[in-house]
């Protein structure tokens, strides 16, 4: 195992020179929504200019695919994080149309018992006795499990078409409130 910042130019090409890995999965960035709010330039630089950084040295390196994590927020964003993956998307397909390294993309939303995921907070806060905040009673998530989003990934990356963007049929988005509601019955309290 080696820890390197995707945003450190040289430590990214020194691990990718000593390894020379056939296929990249780019997952690291700055995922937390109200957080990005708060500091934009980190969200652009991490999410953006890390992304940037590491497609480049993909194809530098010779990696024969690049397979770019994004997420569901980046089709039509309405936050910082959303916007700053939806660039990274759209610079790792400009790649894809002029470099010998397949770039692919493959969008999640909500991967449940991952650390990100609103599920386990929800429990969490349950089980301390604290209220669960939902700050749009309107919002709605999709939700896959870790077993799905892994198999997405390796799916896009074996059959997938080199610019393409892979979305998992995750079917109907579920209400944050609803999901909020259910977990609350669920461990004995009552919602109201």
């Known amino acids: 195992p080696r820890v390197g910042n ?42 953006v200019a890390g992304s940037r950084l590491m497609a480049d040295l993909a194809r530098e390196c010779g990696a024969e695919s690049f397979v770019f994590i994004s997420t569901d927020k980046a089709v039509n964003p309405t936050s910082v994080m959303g916007a700053t993956k939806r660039l990274a998307e759209v610079y790792v397909q400009a ?50 499990t870790i077993r799905e989003a892994a198999l997405l990934v390796i799916e896009a990356m074996v059959l997938g078409e080199a610019g393409a963007t892979y979305i998992l049929e995750m ?19 009552d919602p109201g």
């Open 6 to 47: 995707v945003t450190d130019r040289l430590r990214m090409r020194h691990l990718l020179r000593q390894f020379q890995p056939q296929a990249i999965f780019h997952a690291a960035a700055h995922k937390h929504v109200p957080l990005m709010e708060l500091n934009v330039g980190e969200a652009i630089r991490n999410n």
């Open 95 to 144: 790649l894809a149309a002029e470099s010998k390294t397949s770039f692919i993309t493959v969008r999640f939303g909500n991967v449940l018992g991952s650390r990100g995921s609103v599920v386990p907070y929800f429990l969490k806060r349950i089980a301390a006795g604290l209220p669960l905040p939902v700050t749009d009673p309107e919002m709605t998530r999709y939700f896959m």
């Open 171 to 189: 079917g109907e988005p579920v209400p944050v409130l609803e999901l909020a509601r259910n977990l609350l019955v669920l461990s004995g309290y």
